[in-house]
């Protein structure tokens, strides 16, 4: 995914961009996200620290978007089916969490309050939206619902992948994808009655 955080003004390098995004990336992996600085990322990228800020207002931009650049949105499934589009966006999401032992560090980078914010802004809302799309024309079709609880059924899966794969380090196999998703299609999570709606805790 494109990174969304660079600061707006004047064109800048895009060879120079690249070498301190790679740079940051590497230093975030080896030092972790308290321990980084963007002084340290332009000393070892060789350039002022005024070429970083030209680029991102803060350290947590530029943490935001070294993870950003290690990520896809991806397209919209639309395969006419409901059970075909969740399992290619649950696909997709294990593909962005296959980490290296030096992005784990990004990982827990993702939770700071000043990187967090960022990414839900622009890539969680992205794939949120893709998840909502799929089931509103599920539920036009009359595959689910009118009531289904899509947080529930959208996090049901995306919980399954963060925890396993990205915690535990165990990958998931496809068939279990397959099973859970039938599983949530075939018996879906319905709102409650007079429920407040969910509103995310983005810190």
């Not at 120079?16 to 992996?29: M, N, P, Q, Y």
């Not at 002022?48 to 943490?63: E, F, M, N, Q």
């Not at 949120?128 to 959208?154: S, T």
């Not at 794969?165 to 009655?193: C, F, G, M, N, W």
Request: charged share 25%.
């Amino acid at each position: 995914m494109t990174p969304q955080t660079e600061k707006p003004g004047r064109p800048t390098d895009e060879d120079l961009t690249r070498r301190i995004l790679v740079t940051a990336a590497e230093l975030l992996g080896t030092h972790g996200y308290q321990q980084l600085s963007v002084e340290q990322v332009a000393r070892a990228v060789g350039c002022g620290k005024t070429a970083i800020y030209r680029r991102y207002s803060d350290k947590g931009a530029l943490v935001a978007a070294v993870l950003l650049s290690q990520v896809e949105v991806g397209a919209m499934p639309d395969h006419g089916d409901v059970r075909a589009d969740l399992l290619e966006h649950a696909l997709q999401n294990q593909r962005n969490q296959v980490l290296s032992p030096e992005q784990r560090n990004g990982l827990r980078a993702m939770f700071e309050p000043d990187v967090f914010t960022l990414l839900w802004d622009t890539f969680f809302q992205h794939r949120r939206q893709q998840g909502i799309e799929i089931i509103d024309r599920a539920i036009a079709r009359g595959d689910l619902p009118e009531d289904v609880d899509h947080d529930i059924l959208l996090d049901t899966i995306a919980g399954l992948t963060l925890y396993r794969q990205s915690v535990k380090r165990i990958h998931i196999d496809e068939r279990h994808y397959v099973d859970i998703i039938d599983a949530l299609v075939t018996h879906p999570p319905r709102r409650l009655p007079d429920a407040d709606e969910q509103v995310p805790d983005v810190p």
